[in-house]
């Protein structure tokens, strides 16, 4: 999965949020074990709120 972004003027009314617990919600339902995730930079805080987490600085996603 690549970095979800939200335009600017639609930033912070959850459009986000909601897109990233479907698609969480999608793969736990087929039973898909692991998404791998390549976030943007500072972005780490958000994803983690839905269960991903940082990897190694050498080593890209969470």
Not at 22 to 34: H, P
Request: overall charge positive; charged content about 25%.
């Amino acid at each position: 999965m690549c970095d979800i972004i939200v335009m600017q003027d639609h930033q912070n009314k959850r459009i986000g949020s909601t897109i990233l617990k479907q698609l969480v919600d999608k793969c736990q339902e087929t039973n898909i074990k692991r998404v791998w995730l390549f976030a943007a930079p500072g972005k780490a805080k958000f994803y983690g709120k839905y269960g991903f987490s940082v990897r190694p600085n050498e080593a890209p996603g969470m």
